[in-house]
Nanobody, 122 residues
Framework: QVDLVESGGGLVQPGASLRLSCTISGSKIDISTVGWARQAPGKEHELVASITTDESTTYSDSVKGRFTISRDNAKNTAYLQMHSLKPEDTALYSC????????????????WGQGTQVTVSS
């Protein structure tokens, strides 16, 4: 059993900052790449940031320079620091991770959290 739980979303004004957290729980697991994706009504699902185990990061062009992804492996937690938020950043932000369950799997599988809503509006 693996759970990904996001937190930190909310309603903010344009230009504000937010930090999202994703805590991953499970026993006898290994977590590989972790990412944040977002889905807004009427828009395509977008992977905005990802971070590997050696902390190599990638960002979509839409958030590059404003968002920073990080991870704390000791806490099995990933973060998405968001600055200079814009109305177009409004979306449901979900955490995703490639996880190996030692007792049942031989390959990493992709897991998703339920998401946390971010609304940017004046």
């Amino acid at each position: 059993q693996v759970d990904l739980v996001e937190s930190g979303g909310g309603l903010v004004q344009p230009g504000a900052s937010l930090r999202l957290s994703c805590t991953i729980s499970g026993s006898k697991i290994d977590i590989s790449t972790v990412g944040w994706a977002r889905q807004a009504p009427g828009k395509e699902h977008e992977l905005v940031a990802s971070i590997t185990t050696d902390e190599s990061t990638t960002y979509s062009d839409s958030v590059k320079g404003r968002f920073t992804i990080s991870r704390d492996n000791a806490k099995n937690t990933a973060y998405l620091q968001m600055h200079s938020l814009k109305p177009e950043d409004t979306a449901l932000y979900s955490c995703t991770a490639n996880i190996l369950l030692y007792e049942s799997d031989s390959n990493y599988r992709q897991f998703w959290g339920q998401g946390t809503q971010v609304t940017v509006s004046s």
